[in-house]
């Protein structure tokens, strides 16, 4: 699956270079932390797929933003994402999931809140 680099603007060439799944909160159903990678001109990013959680089971929301952050936040989640045994495991209890699936008091977690980030982008795919 390749999206439309933001950098670039090229198609078909941002990828997910690295996926971590997130066990539910208060506001989703189903998340993943992603790094982000440009085969094109080589941009690395972070990414949120996130499934809210819908009123009822037919509808169900979900959205794909890119992050703009530094180098050096991309490098240190890629590092945390490598040492986990089981990033598709939501319920992993290592070092990684520990510290990338903190949430608040009142159940939702915290993103990126921890790293400096600029602008968000959509994640977008072309079909066809």
């Avoid at 670039?8 to 997910?16: E, F, G, P, S």
């Avoid at 506001?27 to 009822?56: H, N």
């Avoid at 989640?77 to 598709?88: F, N, Q």
Wanted: glycine share 6%.
């Amino acid at each position: 699956m390749a999206f439309r680099c933001p950098q670039c603007k090229t198609r078909d060439t941002l990828q997910i270079e690295l996926s971590l799944d997130l066990p539910p909160s208060r506001q989703s159903e189903e998340a993943s932390l992603q790094v982000i990678a440009c085969r094109a001109c080589g941009f690395r990013s972070l990414a949120v797929y996130d499934v809210g959680r819908g009123d009822c089971p037919e509808s169900e929301s979900w959205k794909h933003i890119g992050y703009w952050v530094s180098p050096d936040a991309v490098e240190s989640v890629s590092a945390a994402i490598r040492s986990c045994p089981e990033p598709r495991n939501p319920h992993c209890t290592c070092a990684a999931h520990t510290s990338l699936t903190k949430k608040d008091l009142q159940g939702s977690w915290r993103g990126l809140l921890e790293l400096e980030r600029g602008h968000t982008f959509a994640m977008r795919m072309f079909l066809g």
